[in-house]
C-alpha cells in the first residue's frame, strides 16, 4: 500500500489548500482609486468600498453591503498549493 502513500500526501495537501484559500487574507476600508489591483476608479468616485482579499488570490470589492465586482484570478493546482505551504 505505501505505493499510494505520495498520491494521497499530494491530494490531502490539494484539499487543505482548497480550503485554506477560502479563508480571507484581509480586508480594506476605503475610498483610494489607487490600490495596485484597481482598474475600476469609478468604483470610489466620492465613494468608500470594501475590498475583501482571499488567500486564493481573488478580491470581492463590495459598496454599500452588495458585490459589485471580483479583481483577479484564484490559485489552482500546484499553484494553490506551492502558495499553500509558503504561509503555513
Known sequence: MSEYD????K???LLEAEEWAKGIKCIHAHSLSS???DDR???TD???VIDKE???GLI???QNNKLIHIFGTALTGNDL???YRRCS
Open 60 to 62: 470581492e470589492r463590495y
Open 41 to 43: 476608479p469609478k468604483d
Open 54 to 56: 482571499f488567500n486564493s
Open 81 to 83: 498549493v506551492r502558495a
Open 46 to 48: 466620492g465613494k468608500s
Open 35 to 37: 490600490m495596485a489591483y
Open 6 to 9: 505520495e498520491i494521497v500526501d
Open 11 to 13: 491530494q490531502r495537501l
